[in-house]
């Protein structure tokens, strides 16, 4: 392995980036689909097969959040001491584990310790896992690699559902966990083992090391300026969370209310993967230039534009597919911000530390969001919960423009300093 690095020619014939991506791309495909998603087909033949109530069966999935959330930060650690390698094969070997407990489970009690040990596997393998992974594979290309990979995920979902639609029908809920856990295994598995074995040659991460403070956005923040701008992104990705928390499951009833039908708004939300791999495509073209917190300033500006189309569609059916390709849209470059911003931020160095740090206030809002829009809903009425819906996004817009302002004065005064010291 390690005579292949130093090989001059190894980077021509073989790119890390390109191998890495790749493999990852069917991994998250495949992790997202089997795990975090699977309950979108199988919630109700679980309903109709054990005769639990539909919000026991969700609240196993809250309950995969909140542990996501409270490992987060140790996960992210692990990451930088024993590599993203190791770790996301671990994990797929726990979710494969957590699917196979959760088809046998015969009560609520064992259902939910089943899902406990999914979100571990979860947090493990997922997104900030697979940032972690790309940035340690390739450091001086992590941003280029990050959106690559999300172009992959846009349509995890659809896949998944669409199989685990066919495999219920043959086999039963319980028989289609199985199926996933087997899937991981056959799949995730090798593709994350084989897909990370390589890494960018020596003396481009030695180039990279050498310049710790610099990154393609400028230099990173260092001592103070760095915990304030964990805190402050950690909050505007929180605020953002509550909004796609509550989306990413509460999609086809908010078209239902804006007047569509419950056909026709289950198609138009199916619309919403189209808008977020467009979203993803457009920033890999258009975006390379552009600073990834001028990225994230676009993309969070996006959310209440299209929901104010939301607010103004009156059931119009055109209306509506602009606001969920629009909304799929912004939450698809949203992906590519979560890894890129603290890349840029904060460097290659302890990165994945850094992504557990911030995910932690991110999956326990996400946990708790769609219960508490359901409850406003519930008091208060759709429109209402719409408003503050609305007021959630622009407040994330808000602090994004704040926290742009705040980054390039530490920028400004950062090189001010240098200049002091004459460093």
Known sequence: MAGVQKDPEYRRRVDPLVVAVNALGITQITAWGTSFYCLGVLAKPIVVDTGWPL????????????VMGFISTWVGRLIDRAGARVVMCVGT????AGLVALSQVRDPASYLVAWVIVGIGMRCCLYDAAFAALVQVTPTRGRKAISYLTLYGAYASTVFW?????????????????????????????????????RDPPQDTAAAAATPIKSPDGP??????????????????SLNGFVFGIISIQL????????????????????KGHGQFAGRLVEIFFGRNLKAMTIARIAIGVVPVSLVLLFLASGELSQLVAFTLLLGAAQGVITIVRGAVPLALFGAEGYGAVLGVIATPILLVNAFSPAIFALLVDQFGWQTSLSVLFGCSMATWIAMEVMSRWYA?????AADSRLATGA
Do not use: D, K
């Open 93 to 96: 070997i726990i979710v494969s």
């Open 409 to 413: 004065g530490a920028q400004a005064r």
């Open 55 to 66: 919000t026991t069966v969700f609240l196993g999935f809250t309950v995969a959040l909140l």
């Open 252 to 271: 086809v009833p908010l078209l239902e209310a804006a007047g569509l039908a419950g056909a026709t708004a289950v198609w138009v939300a199916s619309l």
């Open 162 to 198: 669409v199989l685990g639609h066919y495999l219920n029908e043959a086999y039963g809920w319980r028989g289609t966990l199985i199926a996933f856990a087997a899937i991981n295994l056959g799949v995730c598995l090798p593709l994350n083992w084989l897909g990370l074995a390589y």
């Open 220 to 237: 990173v923040l260092e001592g103070r300026m760095r915990v304030v701008g964990m805190v402050l992104f950690a909050l505007i990705m």
